[in-house]
């Protein structure tokens, strides 16, 4: 009987043993599982910040675009009141606007390009897939503002009557403020309403300015 109780404790000690073990892995298990988890939502949350960051950054170059196309337009529309001028002048806005933002883009991140190499060597260790790309950044701010530059180029197109043309410009020009300032607010979780509205009066004040100080000099015969 002694013998017995004796084998039988040691079985009960056995079962405790694999027991407590298969906790153990179990929790270990179930842990790793968790880390592996948060990881995938640090990733995945990395990867949407990077994106809205690209898409915010192609909303404001739409909006530099509208803006500074529209104004130029509507600086040369109001001492000269044909359509071709006014196209031309857009246009011209359009190619230069398109060709400093894209040489502004690659310079600075060519720049940050450089000293992220820099300090992958320092490291030991050059992950190109990491790198930002210079050519790829040009090319994307070139045509985010050309996007934004041909909303009033269009509006001013197929209209021959000046203040038609100008009402036609400047309600194209309102409707896309309306919605890249929008859209830039939904992207960087700003309160859309007042993003917008800041948007809007500051393209029409630029707009306002813009027509207002070209009038002024073109009556002064300057």
Same mark, same amino acid.
């Given at each position: 009987?002694?013998?017995?109780?004796?084998?039988?404790?040691?079985?009960?000690?056995?079962?405790?043993?694999?027991?407590?073990?298969?906790?153990?892995?179990?929790?270990?298990?179930?842990?790793n599982?968790?880390? +592996?988890?948060?990881?995938?939502d640090?990733?995945? !949350? =990395?990867?949407?910040?990077?994106?809205?960051?690209? &898409?915010? $950054? *192609?909303?404001?170059?739409?909006?530099?675009?509208?803006v500074?196309?529209?104004?130029?337009?509507?600086?040369?529309?109001?001492?000269?009141?044909?359509?071709?001028?006014?196209?031309?002048?857009?246009?011209?806005?359009?190619?230069?606007?398109?060709?400093?933002?894209?040489?502004?883009?690659?310079?600075?991140?060519?720049?940050?390009?450089?000293?992220?190499?820099?300090?992958?060597e320092?490291?030991?260790e050059?992950?190109?897939?990491k790198?930002?790309?210079? +050519?790829?950044?040009?090319a994307?701010?070139?045509? !985010? =503002?050309?996007?934004?530059?041909?909303?009033?180029? &269009?509006? $001013? *197109?197929?209209?021959?009557?000046?203040?038609?043309?100008?009402?036609?410009?400047?309600?194209?020009?309102?409707?896309?403020?309306?919605?890249?300032?929008?859209?830039?607010?939904?992207?960087?979780?700003?309160?859309?309403?007042?993003?917008?509205?800041?948007?809007?009066?500051?393209?029409?004040?630029?707009?306002?300015?813009?027509?207002?100080?070209?009038?002024?000099?073109?009556?002064?015969?300057?």
């Open positions: 009987t002694s013998h017995f109780n004796k084998k039988k404790k040691i079985n009960k000690r056995k079962e405790e043993k694999t027991k407590s073990f298969d906790l153990t892995m179990e929790s270990h298990n179930v842990s599982s968790l880390n +592996l988890d948060m990881e995938k640090q990733e995945k !949350a =990395f990867d949407y910040s990077k994106r809205a960051q690209w &898409l915010r $950054a *192609a909303v404001l170059g739409a909006n530099d675009g509208l500074s196309t529209a104004s130029l337009m509507m600086g040369v529309g109001a001492v000269k009141k044909d359509v071709k001028t006014m196209i031309l002048s857009g246009f011209a806005g359009l190619v230069a606007g398109a060709c400093s933002m894209a040489i502004g883009e690659f310079v600075s991140v060519y720049s940050q390009y450089d000293i992220e190499v820099a300090q992958m320092r490291d030991g050059i992950e190109k897939e790198l930002p790309s210079p +050519l790829q950044a040009a994307a701010s070139a045509l !985010a =503002f050309s996007v934004g530059a041909i909303v009033p180029l &269009l509006a $001013a *197109a197929f209209v021959k009557e000046y203040k038609v043309r100008i009402i036609a410009v400047v309600a194209a020009v309102t409707v896309a403020l309306v919605a890249f300032g929008w859209l830039g607010a939904a992207l960087g979780k700003a309160p859309v309403l007042r993003s917008s509205a800041r948007v809007l009066f500051g393209g029409w004040l630029a707009m306002a300015v813009t027509f207002g100080l070209t009038k002024l000099i073109g009556l002064h015969g300057l």
